[in-house]
């Protein structure tokens, strides 16, 4: 079992920046491709960025591409997303999520953290 608790939301200005965390619980975390997924109001849940288990490979969403960077410490059991330039539209709950590489199902998920970003 993992668990998985985010951290690093709360309120910026248009331009700024923040770093959400997500530390895992559990000894397998390094077996995990890890994934932020994002979720405004009214809006469904939106992919944002995938790191490999290694670190070696990573995936954004076209949105936040150029602008946010993921990253993981598996000595810390954490992957960051590092968040820059942030627009209002940028404004959601956070989520990490745990994808299994065999089956590629997003096996664990955090309860989130708020972003919210003003114009």
């Known amino acids: 079992q993992v668990q998985l608790v985010e951290s690093g939301g709360g309120l910026v200005q248009a331009g700024g920046s923040l770093r959400l965390s997500c530390t895992a619980s559990?000894?397998?975390?390094?077996?995990?491709?890890m994934n932020w997924f994002r979720q405004a109001p009214g809006k469904e849940r939106e992919f944002v960025a995938q790191?490999?288990?290694?670190?070696?490979?990573?995936y954004y969403a076209d949105s936040v591409k150029g602008r946010f960077t993921i990253s993981r410490d598996n000595a810390k059991n954490t992957v960051y997303l590092q968040m820059n330039s942030l627009k209002p539209e940028d404004t959601a709950n956070y989520y990490c999520a745990a994808r299994a590489i065999r089956t590629g199902d997003y096996v664990y998920w955090g309860q989130g953290t708020q972003v919210t970003v003003s114009s």
């Open positions: 790191i490999s288990p290694n670190g070696g490979s990573t």
């Open positions: 559990g000894r397998t975390f390094s077996t995990y491709a």
